[in-house]
RNA sequence: GCGCCCGUAGCUCAAUAGGAUAGAGCAACGGAUUUCUAAUCCGUAGGUUGGGGGUUCAAUUCCCUUCGGGCGCGCCA
């Protein structure tokens, strides 16, 4: 089994500075974590450490000095370590002799599917919560970029060796549900001659004109004129089932299927609500003020008390958070992740406090907070006003400029900054569209490995493969690239951001174009041409796994 | 008023868990194709990282302050 070339040297780096450090006059009480990282400027090495400077403050010496001791005690004897040099301020930068480049190639086709997997997680189980929209009305654009945030993230993080769960939080209970039935059940005896007042705050939409129209396409002048129990039951059902069944299916369609549909109600049924005030009650964290029950929330630093149980004796929203969040721990997550709209992150806090008062830690709760989609046609903003008339629908939105541009668009930038989406551009199939971009180096590879075949040359495991052929400057810089895939994983799932892999296999998708364009994979030189096939083969690779992860289709032909 | 996020090239954004000369794309200008897909590649130009302090050997990154933009501050969800 080929192992990771980068981790095992730098093991053998690490072991040796700090033993070095150990064996020192050093008078020091903790080691920071010595951490070797990639320079930007190839100049720098293949592997750098600051450690020396990191200890200059406590040992009052200068960091060159430092530096010096522990480049002449380096015990390192590792044929793949070349030079070993000390720069200006104190860094120390290693050179790897070209080998590992040749190790990393066949660690990836040794791997194939699984190469890029790192087990960070050991196996911890992650539950990312993510989109939940309220059932009342269809998905909009915003909804769109969590979608991709949240299923994005959980493949990194299942790349990242956590076992992860993705779930949606249907809240299909409550005051907002019985005015969505009353609104369709107005419209549709509207739309059978009767006069019916609409409903003060009810749903406007286009949608539930759709929907009562459906009913009576279905159901005739059955619930004509009635409202009683029965009818308004039926009226609720029949919308939540709707919307419901209409944004699971545009999920569908964005590609991101959920492990799990929890039902706020299905809380209420298993009187999960009542046995969570009750554990609160013992704990000591509720009170009764004005009539209605509190949360002692600002014992955990959050602005103020919040109210669980309303004055009329009816739960909030919040109670069936809390309820709902300790069924997440009950089912054994170690780790929770919500992602959240930007219009939500004033109920981090709260939130954060009810866990504890639970009694789990402050930080087994992750809140991601996505900011929001501004969309662009004709360089002038899109009004996302649902009164305005030009609401855009995620569904519109996929239908317009297609699945792929779309989850990318939103996973390019930082999920915490704004995401400007320029219609235009994402319509365009240009090199302005950085999607075509990359899915274009994937085709054509594919297209490369076709004509090679066509040609007689085909991957033979079997060959011995002379991949000291590959020494030109842009495949050292491919191969490179290649290499540094896992650590990408690694850091996107240690700070939640997918957009680090984005940019990344755009990185990935320029050097193979770049490599392309000075030099020719099908040469006059077999041999030579067999270890070539091999790197764009693994360049494939690496951008089908990438690929995947964000949820973006590689297509083998454009 | 209080809290959170953001402010980097003309525009949209990056910047490795504080690191070395702040990088891409678009737009502008100039080049490259008898070649495996030009949806590509190369070059030029473009910056006091909103302003001002501080911490550090080192700050776009951390702290304080100020200005500008977004969002949130219900017994709504």
């Not at 297609?402 to 994402?426: I, P, Q």
């Not at 054509?444 to 076709?450: D, F, Y």
Request: proline share 2%; hydrophobic share 40%; charged share 30%.
């Amino acid at each position: 089994m080929k192992t990771d070339v980068i981790a095992q040297v730098k093991k053998t780096i690490l072991d040796s500075i700090e033993k070095n450090i150990k064996q020192s006059n050093f008078q020091i009480k903790i080691i920071p974590e010595i951490i070797l990282l990639t320079p930007k400027n190839k100049s720098h090495g293949d592997l750098s450490t600051n450690i020396a400077m990191q200890l200059s403050r406590e040992l009052k010496l200068k960091p060159l000095d430092i530096a010096h001791f522990i480049v002449d005690n380096l015990n390192i004897k590792d044929s793949i370590i070349g030079e070993v040099e000390m720069v200006r301020p104190g860094f120390i930068n290693f050179c790897l002799k070209e080998n590992w480049l040749y190790q990393v190639i066949d660690e990836i086709r040794e791997k194939g599917e699984d190469y890029g997997k790192v087990n960070l997680g050991k196996g911890k189980k992650i539950q990312v919560e993510f989109v939940s929209v309220n059932p009342t009305g269809p998905l909009h654009v915003g909804h769109g970029k969590c979608a991709a945030v949240g299923d994005a993230l959980s493949n990194i993080l299942k790349a990242a060796g956590y076992k992860v769960e993705k779930e949606y939080y249907i809240n299909d209970q409550g005051r907002q549900i019985d005015l969505l039935g009353q609104s369709v059940q107005v419209r549709y005896n509207n739309l059978l001659g009767e006069r019916m007042e609409f409903p003060a705050d009810g749903y406007k939409g286009e949608y539930i004109v759709d929907i009562a129209k459906e009913v009576i396409e279905k159901f005739q002048d059955k619930y004509k004129d009635r409202d009683d129990q029965e009818s308004r039951e039926f009226f609720k059902e029949f919308t939540l089932k709707n919307i419901l069944e209409g944004i699971k299916e545009d999920l569908k369609n964005f590609g991101v299927e959920f492990d799990a549909w929890f039902s706020e109600s299905s809380l209420y049924k298993q009187n999960k609500l009542q046995e969570v005030i009750e554990l609160l009650q013992q704990k000591g964290f509720l009170y009764k003020e004005k009539g209605a029950l509190w949360l002692k929330t600002t014992v955990f630093g959050d602005e103020k008390d919040r109210v669980v149980i309303r004055k009329n004796s009816i739960p909030t929203y919040f109670a069936s958070d809390i309820a709902y969040h300790q069924d997440k721990y009950q089912r054994g997550f170690e780790k929770i992740i919500d992602i959240w709209g930007a219009d939500h992150h004033g109920y981090i806090q709260r939130m954060k406090a009810a866990v504890q008062a639970l009694g789990y830690p402050e930080d087994s709760l992750g809140v991601l907070i996505v900011q929001f989609v501004t969309l662009i046609r004709d360089g002038k903003e899109v009004g996302m006003s649902t009164r305005g008339g030009e609401f855009i629908t995620l569904r519109d939105l996929i239908k317009e400029v297609g699945k792929d541009v779309a989850r990318y668009f939103f996973l390019m930038r930082s999920h915490d900054s704004h995401t400007e989406f320029d219609l235009d551009v994402a319509k365009s199939q240009s090199m302005e569209n950085p999607v075509y971009y990359i899915q274009y180096a994937y085709a054509r590879i594919c297209s490369i490995i076709k004509k090679a075949e066509q040609a007689g040359v085909k991957m033979d495991k079997s060959k011995v493969i002379k991949l000291q052929l590959l020494n030109q400057e842009e495949e050292f810089e491919l191969i490179k690239k290649l290499s540094s895939l896992k650590e990408v994983i690694k850091k996107s799932a240690l700070t939640w951001k997918p957009h680090f892999l984005t940019t990344y296999l755009y990185d990935l998708a320029s050097s193979f174009h770049k490599y392309y364009t000075v030099h020719r994979i099908i040469t006059e030189d077999e041999e030579l041409t067999r270890a070539r096939l091999i790197l764009i083969d693994c360049t494939r690779i690496v951008l089908f796994n990438s690929l995947k992860i964000l949820g973006v289709s590689v297509p083998e032909s454009m």
